[in-house]
Structures are given as structure tokens and as C-alpha cells.
């Protein structure tokens, strides 16, 4: 089945450093969808990449998706201490019996130091 | 108002017991998830109901049953709970196949 490897697991900056995690696929995915997990809670929806190369940018987070549509990447400028929590990469299946089925990437669990 | 909501927040049982989860969206949404989230945070999806009709079903021993009595709804049902169910389950839909998903506040199950 559709496999996406997530880099790295854990992440430690400080309070105002970037942080970028990576989402890489063997196969070419339809497209990618990024949520965030705060401590405790539940992941929340933040963005979804379709086209190849793309770039949105959502304040002080920018996602990329690549050319190939095999891998896909999410920067913070300068975190801040509400940047904490798990960010999962998700690929959607394209079509078939799965369509819609998302397979998640394993998270990358981000702590600000202040 | 909560859109995704799931009952109970808590569950703690022993081995051997039977229990439930309940799910219900307000959302107007035709596709519902559940998703069991280990404790190293990774999340897999169990089951998808698109209106009422299974549409997903990954290798998930058959102790675990999902029943969906109407589109707004999508209950998982546990058998003979094992140590290794304990896990957080999270509830999930979307408006339908392919669109971005809206969880649950998530079960937290610990079975002893």
C-alpha cells in the first residue's frame, strides 16, 4: 500500500528559530494534506496541495509540494511557543476502491523552548 | 457547537470486555473515519463509511465492528478488548471522499 515517510520525528528549537519537516513518497501522490496536532487534542486540518510544485502560505507557515509530486514540506518562520504539537503529512489515494483514504505520514513532534 | 463530537472521553476497562464508542457529525458530512492513534502518536485508519456504506476496511481483527445507523453517525463496537486496544481513537469525516477531514476530540482507551 501507499507508504509517506516523515522526517524528522522530533524536532527542538528555540522560541524565534524555523522549523521544517518532510513528507517523502515512493510513488506519485494526487495530493498531500497537512494537520496539526496540539498536546492533548485532536489533528486539525491545515492545508491541502494538489498541483505539482505548488506553494501556499498560511502567515508564518509555507507548504510546498514537489515537482514530481513525491514529496512535500512544511517551513515555520520564527516559532513561537503555540507552534507546539505533532504535524502529520497525509497523502490521499487517487482513486479505486480507497479513494479519499488518507495514509499518515508519522508526525513530527515539534517543542519550542522560550 | 461542536461539529465532530465522541462519547465517552475516557474509557477504562479490563481484558475481555465488551465496549462502544459513538460518533456524530453535525457537519452535513457523507463520509465518516476511525482512526487508532498508538502511543507514538501514529494514526491509521480502521474504517470509512461514505452514506451509510462501507467503504474502507484495513486489517483490523474482527473484534472491531463499525455500525453506522444513519449518515450523521459511525460507532465502533469492541469485543473481548485486549491489552493492545488500548490506544486513542479518533472519529473523523469529511464532506465526502478526497476532501479534508474534520476529528473527533479523540477516545482515549486503556485497557488493564
Known amino acids: 500500500g501507499q507508504q509517506v515517510m516523515q522526517i524528522p520525528q522530533y524536532q527542538h528549537v528555540q522560541e524565534g528559530e524555523d522549523f521544517t519537516t518532510y513528507c517523502n513518497s515512493s510513488t506519485t501522490l494526487s495530493n498531500i494534506q497537512w494537520y496539526k496536532q496540539r498536546p492533548g487534542g485532536h489533528p486539525v486540518f491545515l492545508i491541502q496541495l494538489v498541483k505539482s510544485g505548488e506553494v501556499k502560505k498560511q502567515k508564518r507557515l509555507t507548504f510546498q509540494f514537489g515537482e514530481a509530486k513525491k514529496n512535500s514540506s512544511l517551513h515555520i518562520t520564527a516559532t513561537q511557543t503555540t507552534d507546539v504539537g505533532t504535524y502529520f503529512c497525509?497523502?490521499?489515494?487517487?482513486?479505486?476502491?480507497?479513494?479519499?483514504?488518507?495514509?499518515f505520514g508519522q508526525g513530527t513532534i515539534l517543542t519550542v523552548h522560550p | 457547537d461542536t461539529a465532530v463530537s465522541q462519547t465517552p472521553k475516557y474509557l477504562v476497562t479490563q481484558m475481555g470486555n465488551d465496549k462502544s464508542i459513538k460518533c456524530e457529525q453535525n457537519l452535513g458530512h457523507d463520509t465518516m473515519y476511525w482512526y487508532k492513534q498508538d502511543s507514538k502518536k501514529f494514526l491509521k485508519i480502521m474504517f470509512s463509511y461514505n452514506n451509510k456504506e462501507l467503504i474502507i476496511n484495513e486489517t483490523v481483527p474482527n473484534r472491531f465492528s463499525p455500525k453506522s445507523p444513519d449518515k450523521a453517525h459511525l460507532n465502533l463496537h469492541i469485543n473481548s478488548l485486549e491489552l493492545g486496544d488500548s490506544a486513542v481513537y479518533f472519529c473523523?469525516?469529511?464532506?465526502?471522499?478526497?476532501?479534508?477531514?474534520?476529528f473527533g476530540p479523540g477516545t482515549r482507551l486503556t485497557v488493564t
Open positions: 473523523a469525516s469529511s464532506r465526502n471522499r478526497g476532501y479534508e477531514q474534520y
Open positions: 497525509a497523502a490521499s489515494n487517487a482513486g479505486g476502491t480507497s479513494y479519499g483514504k488518507l495514509t
